[in-house]
């Protein structure tokens, strides 16, 4: 399987960016889709962004327009580029993975805060 680390979460005002990184390790080749998810106080969790090997993406439409994500294959990496913050876009950001070896798994990153301050 593969171990997931998130970094790039902090404190910022609305209006403002961030930018989420995702490293991952272990057994990266197998991975197939990797994404981000988020979850607020008090909410289930949620998703923000996928993007395959392939590079096809898909956004949550509360997100549209405002977030980007990219992977760099090579450092085995996914970023998540975040604009025109809102305070509502608040929660703990997970990275997430999914792929297949023998068997197919699913992994997550410990979580990293995001705060929009209004």
């Known amino acids: 399987q593969v171990q997931l680390v998130e970094s790039g979460g902090g404190l910022v005002q609305a209006g403002g960016s961030l930018r989420l ?4 390790s272990g057994s ?7 994404g981000w998810y988020r979850q607020a106080p008090g909410k289930q969790r949620e998703l923000v962004a996928t993007i395959t090997n392939g590079g096809s993406t898909n956004y949550a439409d509360s ?4 977030f980007s994500i990219s992977r760099d294959n090579a450092k085995n990496t996914v970023f998540l580029q975040m604009h025109s913050l809102k305070p509502e ?4 950001y997970y990275c997430n993975a999914n ?4 068997f197919a798994y699913e992994s997550w990153g410990q979580g990293t805060q995001v705060t929009v301050s209004s």
Not at 21 to 24: E, F, L, P, R
Not at 28 to 34: D, Q, R
Not at 89 to 92: G, M, N, R
């Open 63 to 66: 997100v549209k327009g405002r």
């Open 89 to 92: 876009d608040t929660a703990v």
């Open 21 to 24: 990184s995702c490293a991952a």
């Open 28 to 34: 990266t080749f197998s991975i197939n889709v990797m």
């Open 99 to 102: 792929g297949q070896l023998w």
